[in-house]
């Protein structure tokens, strides 16, 4: 059973001057991405500043997102570590904080071998009893989930019931999905990359976990559900039309476009915790033109 189907936004965490964690404005976006139909808030990943997000931060973020969303959607729980143990802890607080779900990322930079990431996931499946999402995305982690493997750990744990692919890699996107309707096990896949949403729905997938949304949810939500509806003409074309945008907030590293472009909004993300930085002039420019011409207000 999927945990959602649709866009999910993988949202911002908001920072006041001084750096602490703004959960006032936090609620305020999420209001946002409800009322805009955002399928699920996904708290606490790399868009989220998980990395550099302390324990008690992270888990005081979780728990005030699962309360402000109030089951209006599901709230999924970035839970992810490349300590097992500490992913084994962060996942039963985000189920003691009532989250519908973990999504959990690959271990990054002792990148485990395929074995080890069987162990690692079935770790911290038997310890909770929410779902779990596998998050792959080498490009930041430098490992990489093998559809064979994938397949492995869904087996093994029946509360492992989908992955965020954002490979990038279609063949491989195409291989997991071969193996998943092979296998006749209920396993959802959703794209990381919101260049790749019309391609991975082509494939069988259930939607987007996305940085578009949090500036875009409802313009995200519809490439999703006007596929889904039967429309796939429509569904590229509204795929097609947000590729600049896409590409502008990707053009520094991920989440300082999408924070700078919120800000553009009249939110207030705030900056950034070091090392990540504040966005350069120029490709703050780049990113205002393709804001206005996609059709978003900014101030």
């Not at 792959?136 to 029946?158: D, F, H, M, Q, Y």
Request: with cysteine; proline share 4%; aromatic share 6%.
């Amino acid at each position: 059973m999927a945990i959602f189907t649709g866009a999910g936004v993988a949202i911002v965490t908001p920072m006041k001057d001084n750096g602490e964690v703004n959960f006032d404005e936090l609620g305020r976006l999420i209001d946002f991405q409800i009322e805009n139909n955002t399928d699920c808030i996904v708290i606490c990943g790399t868009t989220g500043e998980s990395a550099t997000l302390s324990m008690e931060e992270h888990a005081a973020a979780i728990k005030y997102a699962v309360e402000k969303t109030n089951h209006r959607v599901p709230v999924v729980a970035g839970t992810g570590s490349n300590c097992t143990e500490t992913a084994i802890l962060l996942s039963k607080e985000a189920e003691e904080y009532g989250a519908d779900g973990c999504l959990v990322v690959t271990p990054y930079y002792n990148k485990a071998t395929q074995n080890g990431l069987i162990a690692h996931y079935t770790a911290i499946a038997e310890s909770i009893n929410i779902p779990i999402i596998m998050y792959n995305v080498p490009s930041r982690t430098g490992c990489n989930i093998l559809p064979e493997t994938a397949i492995a750990i869904a087996k093994k744990n029946k509360n492992v019931v989908a992955i965020k692919e954002a490979s990038g890699n279609i063949g491989q996107v195409a291989n997991l999905a071969a193996l998943v309707q092979k296998e006749g096990i209920d396993f959802s896949i959703y794209s990381g990359n919101d260049d790749q949403i019309v391609p991975l729905l082509s494939l069988g997938g259930k939607g987007v976990i996305s940085v578009l949304s949090n500036i875009a949810p409802q313009q995200t939500h519809d490439i999703v559900a006007t596929y889904l509806a039967g429309d796939v003409k429509k569904s590229a074309e509204l795929q097609l039309k947000a590729m600049d945008l896409i590409h502008a907030l990707f053009c520094e590293v991920n989440p300082i476009p999408v924070k700078a472009a919120l800000n553009m909004m009249g939110f207030c993300a705030g900056s950034l915790r070091s090392p990540l930085s504040e966005m350069e002039d120029n490709h703050k420019e780049i990113l205002k033109k393709a804001m206005i011409e996609y059709g978003l207000e900014v101030k």
